[in-house]
C-alpha cells in the first residue's frame, strides 16, 4: 500500500507565492509518475503539473511560467512552487502517483490541500 500526505496549502493574496509538499511511503517502485492535480467548487478535477522519475515535466498551459514541479526522488516527495498566484488557481490540489509495475500501473491519491487565493 502507498500513502500521500500533502501539506502546505492556505490562504495566499493574489500576486503571493506557496509550496506544496507531498509525500509518498510505502512500496514505490523507481519507475513512476508524481503530478499535481487539482478541483475547484462546480469543476472537474484537471492535471496541474506532472514529472516523471527521470525528471520530465508537463504543465497545464494555464500555469506555465507560473508553477514549477520538482520531486526528490531519495525521499519520494514531489513539490509544487506556486508563484503570481491569481484567484482562479483557487481550488483543492491533489497530489497522485502512477507506480509502473511490469504491466500493471497502480495510481494512488493524496487526501487533498486547500489552496485559497483572495483577489
Known amino acids: 500500500q502507498v500513502r500521500l500526505v500533502e501539506s502546505g496549502g492556505g490562504l495566499v493574496q493574489a500576486g503571493g507565492s506557496l509550496r506544496l509538499s507531498c509525500a509518498a511511503s510505502g512500496s514505490i517502485s523507481s519507475l513512476n509518475v508524481m503530478g499535481w492535480y487539482r478541483q475547484a467548487p462546480g469543476k472537474q478535477r484537471e492535471l496541474v503539473a506532472g514529472?516523471?522519475?527521470?525528471?520530465?515535466?508537463n504543465y497545464a498551459d494555464s500555469v506555465k511560467g507560473r508553477l514549477t514541479i520538482s520531486r526528490d526522488n531519495a525521499v519520494n516527495t514531489v513539490y509544487l512552487q506556486m508563484n503570481s498566484l491569481k484567484s482562479e488557481d483557487t481550488a483543492v490540489y491533489f497530489c497522485?502517483?502512477?507506480?509502473?509495475?511490469?504491466?500493471?500501473?497502480?495510481?494512488?491519491w493524496g487526501q487533498g490541500t486547500q489552496v485559497t487565493v483572495s483577489s
Open positions: 514529472i516523471t522519475s527521470a525528471g520530465s515535466r
Open positions: 497522485k502517483i502512477d507506480i509502473y509495475d511490469r504491466s500493471r500501473v497502480n495510481t494512488y
